[in-house]
């Protein structure tokens, strides 16, 4: 692979553009899901950065790539794989999966992007280098008794590596969504995002 092919000038500035972080199964593919839900589909698009890692990692390994995107275990045999691969690709590009992902998903034809899988301060960098104050972030955040509910289980190698921990130590967040499964304050949450979006929307 080459890992400085994708070089094409960017071009469509979108207005928002909604980063989300949180540890496995702290519910940031719930929450990106009702997000995009409730904003009109056709000014929105989720981005997902493992994404083009799952995609380049089904061709070449013979794998599903839907059964790698999905919520189930099969993703878990292949991620410390995946993790290993890609922090290579990194090291010589940081933005490379951030940019593979902007073109995979077409994000440029719509004005809000959700991306719900930041891992790294790289990753942060890469948006706000590129897109500037467009960006937002959101730490999701749920008690590690309710995330052992939802079926996490502490993996070496996984939890404990960069993937999991880079942004432990970053502490300023545009929003920070408590998950633990209490249904009106999460409703409350998502307002608050939803209506910070209605009034960037409107400037
Ligand atoms: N507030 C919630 N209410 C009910 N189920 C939830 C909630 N948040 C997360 N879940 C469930 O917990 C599991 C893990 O959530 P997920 O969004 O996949 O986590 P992550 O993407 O952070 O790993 C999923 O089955 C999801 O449906
Ligand atoms: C290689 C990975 O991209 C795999 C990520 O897969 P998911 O984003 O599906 O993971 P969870 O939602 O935390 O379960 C990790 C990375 O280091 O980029």
Redesign the pocket.
């Known amino acids: 692979m080459e890992v400085n092919k994708i070089s094409e000038k960017i071009n469509s500035s979108p207005s928002c553009i909604l980063l989300f972080s949180g ?3 702290s519910g ?2 719930y929450i990106t899901d009702i997000i995009l839900e409730r904003i009109k589909r056709e000014n929105a698009v989720m981005l ?3 994404a083009p ?2 995609s380049y990692w089904a061709e070449t390994h013979d794998l599903q790539f839907d059964d ?2 999905g ?1 189930g275990e099969y ?1 878990e045999k292949y ?1 410390q794989d ?2 290993k691969w ?2 290579g690709v990194r090291r010589q590009n940081y933005g490379y ?1 951030c940019e593979a992902a902007v073109k995979m998903f077409k994000a440029h034809e719509k004005p809000i992007w959700i991306v ?2 930041i ?2 301060k790289t990753d942060l960098k890469w948006f706000k280098e590129n897109y500037g104050s467009a960006v937002k972030t959101i730490r999701v955040v749920a008690d590690e008794g309710i995330r052992k509910q939802r079926g996490w289980i502490f993996t070496e190698g996984v939890d404990d ?4 921990c880079d942004l432990d130590d970053v502490l300023e967040w545009d929003w920070k969504i408590i998950n633990n499964s209490n249904e009106s304050e999460l409703e409350k949450q998502i307002q608050d995002i939803l209506s910070a979006i209605e009034n960037i929307m409107h400037l």
């Open positions: 540890k496995r199964k940031k593919d997902k950065i493992s890692i799952k790698l995107m919520a993703k991620r995946m993790i890609s922090e999966f719900s899988d891992r790294r590596a960069e993937t999991e």
